[in-house]
């Protein structure tokens, strides 16, 4: 079975600060990957994913996140946050090959300060 | 376009009491899950839904019963519910298989006394 690991579970930032969110996943097959947003009191919604090809994926509101197989890592960034982006993150990783299961990360708390 | 809606938004309910919490899409979406987010556990998968009448158990499905006799509908029940299932309940939907991505509805949070 896959599992996804969020290493930092709670960032705080000054606008226009750099963000790096780490994510990474174990399981020995291919993966569709996907990172999702909750702003506070809504519910997820999907900020970019990676099924295959070119590995440096752009999503909304300026992210992106770069799939590197060799280190089972699919990392979230953004060169400058907002006080907008105060939210919570998840990273969620699914075999491509079978299994029903989406896994998610335990998240982490985003809060941007002004 | 209303997308993927639950109800009841919130819920309080007492143990040992049957509480059946809806999720309905407008898209015509084949798969359909239910999701509970606790803290420490980020979202783990209840049940899910390859099309109507079909449904399987996912991580923790102990304590929850669903259905699916449409495709549009897919009701979550605790048959006897404990303080255990206090929770956010999401419900999401794919269009044919969930490796595609998966569209979360608003949540329902639910209260265990």
């Known amino acids: 079975a896959q599992s996804v690991s969020q290493h930092n579970h709670h960032v705080i930032l000054s606008e226009a600060a750099s963000l790096e969110l780490g994510c990474n996943y174990s399981?020995?097959?291919?993966?569709?990957l996907f990172w999702y947003v909750q702003y506070p009191g809504q519910h997820l919604q999907l900020l970019l994913k990676y099924f295959s090809g070119d590995p440096l994926v752009k999503g909304i509101k300026g992210f992106e996140a770069e799939f590197i197989k060799s280190k089972f890592s699919f990392n979230l960034r953004k060169p400058s946050v907002q006080w907008s982006d105060t939210a919570e993150y998840f990273c969620?990783?699914?075999?491509?090959?079978?299994?029903?299961?989406?896994?998610f990360g335990t998240g982490t708390q985003l809060k941007v300060e002004l | 376009d209303a997308g993927i809606t639950q109800s009841p938004r919130y819920k309080i309910t007492e143990t040992g009491r049957q509480v059946t919490l809806m999720c309905h899409q407008t898209?015509?979406?084949?798969?359909m899950f239910w999701y509970r987010q606790d803290l420490g556990h980020g979202l783990r998968l209840i049940y899910y839904s390859a099309a109507a009448d079909i449904t399987d158990k996912g991580e923790v499905p102990d304590g929850y019963v669903v259905s699916r006799s449409k495709t549009e509908n897919f009701p979550l029940t605790l048959e006897s519910a404990t303080r255990s299932q206090t929770s956010v309940y999401f419900c999401?939907?794919?269009?044919?298989?969930?490796?595609?991505?998966?569209?979360f509805g608003p949540g329902t949070r639910l209260l265990v006394l």
């Open positions: 399981y020995g097959g291919t993966v569709n």
């Open positions: 898209w015509s979406h084949s798969y």
């Open positions: 969620a990783v699914i075999p491509t090959g079978g299994g029903n299961k989406l896994t």
């Open positions: 999401a939907s794919s269009v044919s298989t969930p490796q595609e991505t998966q569209y």
